[in-house]
C-alpha cells in the first residue's frame, strides 16, 4: 500500500477539528506541530485573508487511497473559507515504517475480493 | 593482466544543483569526487520525546549530517491502530539522508520500534527534487568535493 503525507496549516486551536474531519474518512492519526505564519501584506489585502502568526501544523500519514477524501473534509471544514484558514497538501512519500499490520489487514481484504469478481 | 574496470554509477535524473556553477560533464553531473549525484531524502521520524536523542544518535550512523528535532504533539488515542501514539508529546526528527541509506534507515527503525522499551513510532521519507548550492550538497549527502569549499 502506497501512502501520502498530508500537511494542512491552520490558525492555532483548529488542530482537532483539522484531525476530527481527517479521522471521519479513515486517516487513523496525525502529528500536531506549533509554527509561525508569515505572508506578504499585499497578499493579505488582495486575497481578503488575515494572516494569524500563531499556527498549527498538522501532519497526517495516509494511504493514498483515502488521500483526496481527506484533503477534501480538510478543505470543507478548516479551508481558507473557515476560521481555521487552513491550507492543506500532500507529498508523495518513498517509504513507511512503524505502521501496525492492521491497515496492512485492511489493504489485503480490500484486494482479496477482486480475484474473486474476475471469476 | 586484466585491468580492473571501474563501474560508475549511472547518473541520477531531477535533482537539479543550482548552485553548480562548473560545467557540467558529458555526463551532466556536476564536479564532486563521487561521479554520481545521488538523490537525497527527508527521513521524518515521529517518536516520543524523551526517546529523542536516542535515535538522533542511531540516524547519525547513516551518514547524516543534518537533522532537526520539532517537539509535537500525537492525536492517536491509545485504542487507535498507530500503536505507540498513544502519548501525547512527540518528537519529530527531520534527518536528510541519501536515498541509498533509506532502506537501511527504514530496517534500523523497524527493528528498534519493536524492541526499544517506549520507542514506538513511526517513519517515512520524502524524496527531495532540488538542493541550494553545491556545497550544501555535498554537506547533506556526506560526499566530499574535490576542491575545497567548492
Known amino acids: 500500500m502506497n501512502f501520502e503525507v498530508i500537511l494542512c496549516i491552520l490558525n492555532r486551536g483548529f488542530a482537532d477539528t483539522a484531525m476530527d474531519a481527517a479521522r471521519a474518512v479513515g486517516a487513523k492519526g496525525g502529528t500536531i506541530l506549533h509554527g509561525r505564519g508569515t505572508a506578504a501584506p499585499d497578499a493579505e489585502k488582495l486575497f481578503g485573508i488575515t494572516i494569524q502568526p500563531e499556527k498549527e501544523v498538522v501532519m497526517i500519514l495516509v494511504a493514498d487511497k483515502i488521500k483526496d477524501a481527506v484533503l477534501k473534509a480538510l478543505y470543507d471544514t478548516v479551508g481558507t473559507g473557515t476560521d481555521a484558514q487552513g491550507i492543506a497538501f500532500s507529498l508523495p512519500v518513498a517509504q513507511t515504517v512503524g505502521l501496525t499490520v492492521s491497515s496492512t489487514k485492511t489493504a489485503k481484504k480490500e484486494e482479496s475480493p477482486a480475484p474473486k469478481a474476475e471469476q | ?150
Do not use: W
Request: overall charge positive.
Open chain 2, 1 to 150: 593482466m586484466k585491468k580492473r574496470e571501474k563501474q560508475t554509477p549511472s547518473p541520477v535524473e531531477g535533482l537539479t544543483l543550482p548552485g553548480a556553477k562548473t560545467k557540467p560533464r558529458a555526463s551532466g553531473v556536476p564536479k564532486v569526487k563521487d561521479p554520481a549525484v545521488r538523490r537525497l531524502s527527508m527521513l521524518v521520524t515521529v517518536v516520543e520525546r524523551s526517546r529523542a536523542n536516542y535515535y538522533l544518535d542511531l540516524l547519525e550512523g547513516f551518514e547524516v549530517n543534518f537533522q532537526t528535532v520539532i517537539y509535537g504533539e500525537g492525536t492517536a488515542g491509545s485504542r487507535l491502530e498507530y500503536v505507540g501514539l498513544s502519548e501525547r508529546d512527540k518528537a519529530v526528527i527531520l534527518s536528510v539522508i541519501r536515498e541509498d541509506m533509506v532502506g537501511a534507515a527504514c530496517e534500523m527503525l523497524e527493528e528498534r520500534f519493536a524492541r526499544v522499551k517506549n520507542g514506538r513510532g513511526i517513519a517515512f521519507a520524502v524524496p527531495f527534487k532540488s538542493v541550494m548550492g553545491v556545497h550544501s550538497y555535498c554537506f547533506l549527502s556526506n560526499t566530499k568535493s574535490e576542491k575545497r569549499g567548492g
